[in-house]
T-cell receptor, first 115, second 117 residues
Framework: AQSVTQPDIHITVSEGASLELRCNYS??????LFWYVQSPGQGLQLLLK??????LVQGIKGFEAEFKRSQSSFNLRKPSVHWSDAAEYFC?????????????FGTGTRLTIIP | DTGVSQNPRHKITKRGQNVTFRCDPI?????LYWYRQTLGQGPEFLTY????????KSRLLSDRFSAERPKGSFSTLEIQRTEQGDSAMYLC???????????????FGEGSWLTVV
């Protein structure tokens, strides 16, 4: 069965600093990979996705992620964080089984931004 | 495109009562999903519809839970005889299977919080 590991439960960075959130997945075939962001008490917003092709994908809000098959990783990066980036970030792997793209999520990384 | 809409957003109920949540997906999306999220965890898949057909149910969906999508548009999730362990946020999501790759992007609603006291 597929699984997702987000090893960092909580990360604190200074505003303007760079950010990298780690994500490792386990899945036997080529995965569909996603990063979602969730503000407190809210639903999830899609930041970016990887299906195939270029392994460096660009998303909204200045985020990017790189798929590395050899490391089974899909880390999220941002060169300079803003206070509004404080939120919970979830990595997910999607499986396509006769058209069912259900997602398996990691446990999330909470991002705190300090002035 | 008004997004995935869920209501009520918050529900407090006494143990043993029944509750029902409604989800209106993005227009023309033929796929609809329910997920459950507890504090400090990522969302967990519960069930999935394609049009009106319920194609998959997680083992997390006990017999006290039932989901319907009668006309292939909105969906309801009912929990009977609620227990304190049912306290969670219930997320609805939708996607479209039309167009290349479009079915792989799942859009989430803002969730319905359930507190069982």
């Amino acid at each position: 069965a597929q699984s997702v590991t987000q090893p960092d439960i909580h990360i604190t960075v200074s505003e303007g600093a760079s950010l990298e959130l780690r994500c490792n997945y386990s899945y036997g075939a080529t995965p569909y990979l996603f990063w979602y962001v969730q503000s407190p008490g809210q639903g999830l917003q899609l930041l970016l996705k990887y299906f195939s092709g270029d392994t460096l994908v660009q998303g909204i809000k200045g985020f990017e992620a790189e798929f590395k098959r050899s490391q089974s990783s899909f880390n999220l990066r941002k060169p300079s964080v803003h206070w509004s980036d404080a939120a919970e970030y979830f990595c997910a792997v999607g499986i396509s089984n006769f058209g069912n793209e259900k997602l398996t999520f990691g446990t999330g990384t909470r991002l705190t931004i300090i002035p | 495109d008004t997004g995935v809409s869920q209501n009520p957003r918050h529900k407090i109920t006494k143990r043993g009562q029944n509750v029902t949540f409604r989800c209106d997906p993005i227009s023309e999306h033929n796929r609809l999903y329910w997920y459950r999220q507890t504090l400090g965890q990522g969302p967990e898949f519960l069930t999935y519809f394609q049009n009106e057909a319920q194609l998959e149910k997680s083992r997390l969906l006990s017999d006290r839970f039932s989901a319907e999508r009668p006309k292939g548009s909105f969906s309801t999730l009912e929990i009977q005889r609620t227990e304190q362990g049912d306290s969670a946020m219930y997320l609805c999501a939708s996607s479209s299977s039309y167009g290349p790759g479009s079915g792989n992007t799942i859009y989430f609603g803002e969730g319905s919080w359930l507190t069982v006291v």
